[in-house]
């Protein structure tokens, strides 16, 4: 089935963003997560604040409702009898000092967010107190995957407020690897061989091979899969040239197909400030003086100083668990059939979580060392 137009802006969404955190080693970021921090962000934003926000996750073909109506739809699993029960937790919630007049608008607008909600921290009285609230919020929802999102230094006494999403996701193989089958192997690294264990399995899997690339989807339970990008020669060589519309393509192609899958054990866990990579894809005016959060207070002070985020990711023979987080900080400024097809994923690759129905990706990972 082709990709919908809210699905290619978050698959180009998320391409954009993974360009712009990733270094040349491993990366692991949630789209997810960042998608909706951000659009909370945008939800409180009026103007050229707002358009920024809303141009990088929407694009000019889908709208920040659109996007929004994606991650709900994607933050809802379906349990099947005879499956392992799927695990997955969301929240967005904007942490509040008492002191700042929040609009009744806002606060009901965040409603419509996954588990979304107010909540009140002593960001003036107390900012370490209100650090620690956010961090033991945070650890609660990621099951202490990511247990100090906020480390110290970043609430001082001018943080107002803080927009946080939080997500947890375990979920089981469809077709779980045998443990017995897991092997040493060598993985291809830039710099050398590297021995790893290394999962095996005969299975029927999606599959496709387009532009460059073999794509392997291993179905989860909850309808979650977790989809491997091989590219057919250096990762580097072709992961700039990966696209919304290359991915989508492939992924639309997948059928069917006896895959003989050599896969790495893969455990990642990573932090990634995002300021400078939003500054860079075009995200500048709600981190200066010129900043309008009208719609989440009337004082027009406030801006959005830095925005944090930490995603955690680990597949093994029975399934997966992965975790994020994304805090956008606030403060107030003065104004200014046939055989089996082998796939050795034995050489650096691309990973995407996603949610199989709505097309959200959970987690985009690019693993050179696992």
């Known amino acids: 089935m082709p990709a919908s137009a809210p699905e290619l802006a978050h698959l180009r969404f998320a391409l954009a963003m993974h360009r712009a955190v990733a270094g040349e080693a491993d990366t692991c970021f949630s789209p997810y997560s960042t998608a909706s921090a951000l659009g909370l962000a945008a939800t409180a934003a009026r103007g050229d604040t707002a358009s920024e926000l809303t141009t990088l996750l929407a694009g000019a073909d889908s709208g920040l409702a659109d996007q929004a109506d994606l991650l709900r739809k994607a933050a809802v699993l379906e349990a099947r009898a005879g499956q392992d029960e799927p695990l997955l937790a969301v929240a967005n919630t904007l942490w509040a000092w008492e002191g700042l007049p929040v609009e009744p608008g806002f606060a009901e607008a965040i409603v419509d967010w996954p588990s979304g909600g107010v909540s009140q921290a002593p960001f003036a009285e107390d900012p370490e107190g209100a650090r620690t609230a956010i961090?033991?919020?945070?650890?609660?929802?990621?099951?202490?995957?990511?247990?100090?999102?906020l480390p110290p230094g970043t609430v001082g006494d001018d943080t107002v407020a803080c927009l946080v999403n939080a997500l947890y996701l375990r979920v089981g193989w469809v077709h779980p690897?045998?443990?017995?089958?897991?092997?040493?192997?060598?993985?291809?690294?830039?710099?050398?061989?590297?021995?790893?264990?290394?999962?095996?399995?005969?299975?029927?899997?999606?599959?496709?091979?387009?532009?460059?690339?073999q794509l392997v989807s291993l179905p989860a339970v909850g309808g979650v899969e977790a989809v491997v990008l091989l590219p057919d020669r250096r990762?580097?060589?072709?992961?700039?040239?990966?696209?919304e519309f290359t991915l989508a393509e492939l992924l639309a192609a997948r059928r069917d197909r006896l895959v003989r899958l050599s896969l790495p054990r893969v455990s990642l866990d990573v932090r990634s400030p995002l300021k400078a990579a939003l500054r860079a894809l075009g995200v500048r005016r709600m981190f200066t003086p010129g900043a309008d959060f009208g719609a989440l207070t009337d004082d027009p002070r406030l801006v959005i100083s830095d925005v944090l985020h930490q995603a955690v990711l680990r597949l093994d023979e029975s399934g997966l668990e992965g975790a994020a987080a994304t805090a956008a900080m606030m403060r107030l400024v003065s104004m200014p059939v046939g055989e089996p097809v082998t796939v050795e994923v034995n050489r650096p690759f691309l990973l995407l979580v996603r949610h199989g129905g709505s097309g959200a990706v959970y987690f985009l990972a690019r693993v050179v060392e696992p």
């Open 177 to 213: 690897f045998a443990p017995a089958d897991t092997v040493d192997a060598d993985f291809h690294t830039p710099g050398g061989a590297l021995p790893v264990r290394m999962m095996r399995q005969t299975e029927r899997l999606g599959y496709a091979e387009h532009g460059g690339w």
């Open 135 to 149: 961090n033991r919020d945070v650890a609660d929802i990621t099951r202490e995957l990511i247990p100090e999102l």
């Open 235 to 243: 990762l580097a060589d072709l992961e700039s040239t990966l696209d």
